[in-house]
């Protein structure tokens, strides 16, 4: 794979290596007439944390979903891990490279997605076993590892039935990981959970974030954004409308869609942060003048002019699971 410049425009917590990991070119998808994704590009370099954030039906889960071929892309290119694929190719290679695509990506799903009727290490061990063909010893000190690290060795011999959502969901995390995936897709996958248990799933995603992972997130937590995103994609009827730090896009928005999500979204899902920046409720035309910027000198606060357009309608954020598989995540072929 070709490799290029890190992204000028990084600016989390990793290190951001110079490999480009994925690269998407003109990617559509239409659904029937429904014309999904329009042409969406993307390029993200090895360690990158990409959060994709936008409204309800704008195409968020269909791209996600399109990068490992859950859903067949109908135009456009995708390259991950060194393997390419123009979408809407058709024969044998065009086959094995989108398996090898699929062999690539971990994905972790809002609903889980485990096996009801095997225990946690179970569910980790499956994929390498089958799809992988390890051996049963190595599956399970490998899924041991995982499963510790993701802070439940004392819930190994667990089945999801006998566990929280938080739990359930690291072990969809451990899972996803045990096929040494060199990018981990995540859809909302916090947001099925009960707020208490939102906090125990960031902590690991983060923590997968600062060893390297690359890592593309459907989410809406604004503060793990914050935190640990390089980059935020906004996303608005099948295009991605702008992109940057999120000291960028949340802080001094360019697109009137992007303001406009944003003054939906901020005082739902960080109030604080909201109130800093003088938005207390939905619509509000109260942008603070004097509100102490939260960036520092390069980062003012929103101010009248940059939220000038305030005339929200109701934007939906998510309306509940959109259509994950029966299968496990990522893989199919289970
Ligand atoms: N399997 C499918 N068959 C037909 N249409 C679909 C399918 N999956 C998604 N769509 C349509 O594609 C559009 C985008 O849906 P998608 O689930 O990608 O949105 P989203 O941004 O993830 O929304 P949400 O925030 O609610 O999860 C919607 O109009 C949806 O109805
Ligand atoms: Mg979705």
Same mark, same amino acid.
């Given at each position: 794979? @070709? ?89 044998? =290679? ?21 096996? +009801? ?21 190595? @599956? ?28 359930? =969901? ?5 899972? @996803? ?67 940057? +730090? ?7 928005? =360019? ?15 960080? +109030? ?25 000198? @390069? ?29 496990? +995540? ?5």
């Amino acid at each position: 794979m @070709a490799t290029s410049e890190p992204s000028a425009v990084a600016a989390g917590q990793h290190t951001v290596g110079r490999e480009v990991v994925v690269e998407v070119k003109a990617l559509q998808k239409y659904f029937g007439r429904n014309h999904v994704l329009k042409g969406v590009d993307l390029q993200v370099h090895k360690g990158e944390v990409i959060v994709l954030i936008g409204p309800s039906g704008s195409g968020k889960s269909t791209f996600l979903r399109c990068l490992n071929f859950l859903e067949d892309p109908t135009t456009g290119e995708i390259s991950i891990g060194g393997v390419r694929v123009v979408c809407g190719s058709h024969g044998g =290679q065009f086959k094995k490279d989108v398996h090898q695509i699929r062999m690539k990506c971990g994905m972790v799903f809002q609903e889980f997605n485990l096996f +009801p009727h095997k225990d946690a290490t179970e569910n980790v061990t499956e994929g390498p076993m089958l799809v992988k063909g390890e051996k049963k010893s190595d @599956a399970v000190e490998k899924a041991h590892e995982l499963l510790t690290k993701v802070g439940l060795a004392d819930r190994m011999d667990f089945f999801p039935s006998q566990l929280s959502g938080g739990q359930k =969901q690291r072990v969809a995390i451990a899972r @996803a990981m045990a096929m040494d995936p060199v990018l981990m897709l995540f859809d909302e996958p916090t947001s099925a959970l009960d707020p208490e248990l939102i906090g125990e799933v960031l902590k690991v995603m983060k923590d997968l974030a600062a060893q390297g992972m690359t890592m593309i997130v459907v989410s809406h937590e604004m503060g793990f954004s914050r935190d640990v995103a390089d980059r935020v994609v906004y996303m608005d009827d099948g295009y991605f409308i702008e992109q940057g +730090p999120p000291s960028e896009v949340f802080f001094h928005p =360019q697109d009137d869609r992007t303001r406009r999500f944003l003054r939906h979204i901020l005082p739902e899902k960080e +109030p604080q942060h909201a109130k800093e920046l003088g938005i207390v409720e939905v619509g509000q035309e109260l942008p603070d003048p004097d509100a102490a910027p939260l960036q520092g000198p @390069a980062g003012a606060a929103l101010n009248e002019d940059n939220l000038a357009d305030t005339a929200i309608p109701e934007i939906p954020l998510s309306g509940g699971p959109s259509g994950e598989l029966p299968l496990p +995540p990522g893989n199919e072929e289970l």
